[in-house]
């Protein structure tokens, strides 16, 4: 598995691209993030969404219509995409499959799991794909993902952050901002955010 990382718009959100088999998955693919795809995959499959915030979800019309590829996005996020809740200008795209919950599926053979992490947004999810995690704005290196903002949920972050402690593996993690981390690291830490939430 090869993953590439690009740093995209104002907020800097990162936008992956795993590649397993020579085929390519697109994480967040937020603003501007069209051209850097099309010099850096060849044979996309599908566009996955760990939550619905503008700075992820920016570009994800363009790129399912010019790669001619669905769109994956938790459930509890999908009004994000068609209403821009945020006032932003966010270009409207359709979700081909809402992910519900906890889910495992697997697109072209490749294994996907969604773990639900709701609190930073209703739908907020992390992304398992085989020894990677790509953790949108749920937890970065040394932090977790804000709750202060329309449609976020304290409460559910605690339970979420509850979840996370509660995983048995590692993994390396690939945050929605900033640099990897891992798992286990991380999970020595975030007991510490619980008392700011």
């Known amino acids: 598995m090869k993953i590439l990382k ?3 718009g104002a907020y ?4 992956y691209v795993v590649n397993i088999d020579n085929k390519d998955i697109i994480i967040d693919p937020g603003v501007g993030a ?7 995959v060849k044979n996309p499959i599908a566009i996955l969404n760990t939550h619905g915030h503008f ?15 669905p769109i994956y996005c938790p459930k509890g996020d999908i009004f994000m995409l068609k209403n821009d809740p945020f006032s932003q200008g966010t270009p409207p795209s359709d979700a081909d499959f809402a992910i519900v919950g906890d889910k495992k599926f697997k697109i072209d053979g490749i294994l996907i799991e969604y773990l639900h992490m709701p609190g930073h947004t209703p739908g907020n999810s992390v992304i ?4 990677s995690m790509f953790s949108g704005d749920f937890v970065f290196e040394n932090s977790i993902g804000r709750v202060d903002f329309p449609y976020s949920n304290p409460q559910d972050m605690k ?3 509850k979840k996370f402690l ?17 798992v286990k690291v991380e999970q020595s830490r975030i007991g510490n955010w619980l008392r700011y939430i």
């Open 34 to 40: 069209l051209s850097w795809l099309k010099q850096n």
């Open 12 to 15: 800097q959100t990162n936008c």
């Open 55 to 69: 700075d992820h979800v920016w570009s994800n019309s363009e790129v399912k219509e010019f790669f001619k590829i």
């Open 128 to 131: 398992n794909i085989e020894n």
């Open 159 to 161: 339970n979420s952050i």
């Open 6 to 8: 690009k740093p995209m």
């Open 166 to 182: 509660a995983l048995k593996y590692d993994k390396t993690i690939y945050p929605g901002h900033g640099n990897n981390t891992t």
